[in-house]
């Protein structure tokens, strides 16, 4: 299997379906674990890590994940792909950019993938559309016994899975879910998004882009104990404590938007659309930006009932010609696909080779306005 | 003892010299070594006293952190030191060699929480296992307990009463 094949779509758990999918893009749980009999990756030698790599590499491949299992040695691919595959959060950026003989494995339409030799041996992930935690913990459970039925994983009745940082010890549980916030922020109120996430003691950081910098929007918050907790625990106050509180205060500010600024609403989604209709160059934190906005107003359409004449106007595009639900204007897969596909490394690997940056953003304006003005 | 140079008052300055190798001593009065230029602060409030002592008596932390700063990991030749600039550890071995000074850490990164409660590998011994869930079930009561889930509670003594049997 090439990158290719799966860069030039969006992946499942961004295709806009599941649970809360208006504000709650995805659900995502990984898990941190080390092989017993072995030092931490930090003390390891490079054979030590080939031997580490292979004997997890031939684990992970001979599970039964389904027909379509692949594995990418990172530390033997080329830059452009290390970059797509953070870009799609199948590696972290530690993984892409780290040292020695590592890989991941990828399974499922990329729902699961495996980071071998990353901080730790090993650390699988699961990744769902949605509010779908549950879903997401069974599915990892299962696979995680199913790894565990083949080696021996660093344990101690104390402290539990053992992790090379100990802020990870103990469970090695990440419990993460991706939101869009677009009206919070649009209302001066996305200060109270991370007061109660500090409250809480949850960990936020951007969807997208580098560092913390929430492009588009978008914000992934995650929990930071992982010692002294159930698993089930930590999901369950995820499900019912924080992810309604925080729907809760995005969906008061869709309301207040509805209620009192509908014309900053619709100001906002006509500038969206003039821009991302006719700019000739356009950059990845732009068209973040613009696009956020198209996606909120979609979204209240939909949800709340909300109706101006930006909103209007977005009906009565017929969206591009891949698109299943063109009839019904232009819809959220269509708007989840422009953001993931404008990526910088999505754009050049879909393209056939690197670009510079103008001639990213050329491509990425066109690649819109082909979407919006079809 | 009298004072060697006034041959009147007590001598409670007692002086010890060793030059060229030569070792003298002297024993003179208050007074005496004033006038010698020797300084000397007649009296040290106690509590002066105690804390100039304690200096230089290194705490139960600086001891434990000197002690663990020499140790090195017979298994990964790890150093506190090392962890400190790299965040991460060389072995899980290392959990018990630095326990003491890696607990606050622990502690503080996981709200309070040092011990583990959750899942187990399935080839876990039996008696690990048995304390393990022991553990998990005391943890699920206290939670039961703060949630106001009485019912879940009862359940969950009933459970940890059995097992404990």
């Known amino acids: 299997m090439k990158l290719t094949d799966i860069s030039s779509d969006i992946n499942e758990w961004f ?68 970059h797509f595959l953070v870009e799609r959060h199948l590696i972290s950026r530690h993984h892409a950019f780290g040292k020695g003989p590592r890989g991941v494995v990828i399974a499922q339409r990329e729902s699961f993938t495996a980071m071998i030799n990353e901080e730790d041996h090993l650390r699988i992930q699961v990744l769902k559309a949605g509010c779908q935690l549950s879903g997401c913990l069974e599915q990892i459970n299962r696979i995680d016994d199913m790894i565990e039925q083949k080696l021996d994983y660093a344990f101690s009745p104390r402290y539990g899975y053992l992790t090379a940082c100990p802020t990870n010890l103990g469970t090695g549980i990440r ?15 996305i200060g109270k998004f991370f007061k109660a996430t500090r409250d809480m003691n949850l960990a936020v950081r951007g969807l997208f882009g580098e560092g913390t910098e929430a492009a ?29 509180e925080i729907v809760e205060y995005e969906n008061a500010a869709r309301n207040q ?38 996606r909120l107003g979609i979204n209240m359409h939909e949800h709340l ?47 056939g080779r690197p670009l510079d940056t103008t001639h990213r953003d050329a491509l990425r304006a066109k690649i819109i306005r082909s979407a919006l003005n079809s | 003892m009298q004072c060697q140079i006034c041959n009147k008052s ?14 003298t001593e002297m024993h003179i009065c208050e007074h005496c070594a004033a006038e010698q230029g020797i300084a000397v602060k007649s009296q040290m409030p106690i509590n002066e006293l105690l804390s100039s002592l304690l200096a230089s008596q290194p705490s139960d932390e600086q001891m434990l952190g000197a002690m663990d700063k020499e140790l090195s990991c017979p ?9 400190r600039k790299e965040a991460v550890l060389g072995c899980g071995y290392d959990y018990e060699l630095f326990e003491k000074s890696l607990l606050p850490l622990i502690e503080k990164a996981h709200n309070g929480q040092t011990s583990h409660c ?41 459970k940890i009463m059995k097992r404990g049997k």
């Open chain 1, 15 to 82: 295709d806009g379906s599941g649970p809360l999918a208006d504000i709650v893009i995805s659900s995502r749980i990984r898990l941190a674990r080390n092989l017993a009999g072995y030092k931490f990756l930090i003390r390891c030698s490079v054979a030590e890590k080939s031997e580490i790599l292979k004997k997890l590499k031939s684990v992970l491949m001979s599970l039964e994940l389904g027909d379509k299992i692949f594995y990418i040695s990172v530390d033997k691919a080329a830059a452009l792909d290390k």
């Open chain 1, 175 to 189: 419990v993460s879910v991706m939101l869009h916030l677009p009206a919070l922020k649009m209302i001066g109120q």
């Open chain 1, 216 to 244: 588009g929007d978008f914000y992934q918050l995650s929990n930071q104990v992982t010692l002294g907790i159930l698993e089930a625990d930590i999901v369950r106050q995820f499900e019912n404590t924080i992810i309604p």
């Open chain 1, 257 to 294: 938007l509805l209620a009192s600024q509908i014309d900053v609403l619709d100001d906002k989604i006509s500038r969206a659309m003039a821009l991302l209709k006719n700019a000739q160059l356009i950059s990845s934190q732009e068209a973040l930006f613009l696009l956020s906005h198209l």
């Open chain 1, 305 to 351: 009932g909300a109706t101006t004449p930006a909103i209007e106007r977005l009906y009565t595009l017929v969206g591009p010609a891949d698109d299943a639900e063109r009839s019904g204007g232009l819809s959220i897969t269509t708007i989840n696909r422009l953001f993931m596909l404008t990526l910088p490394a999505h754009l050049q690997l879909n393209y």
């Open chain 2, 10 to 23: 007590e001598a409670t300055i007692h002086l010890t010299e060793i030059a060229d190798g030569v070792r």
């Open chain 2, 75 to 83: 298994q990964c030749g790890f150093t506190l030191e090392q962890f």
């Open chain 2, 118 to 158: 959750g899942k187990i590998p399935s080839k876990t011994p039996t008696d690990t296992k048995k304390q393990i869930e022991l553990l998990n079930l005391r943890q699920q009561l206290d939670s039961a307990v703060q949630a106001e889930d009485y019912e879940l509670a009862a359940k969950l003594r009933d």
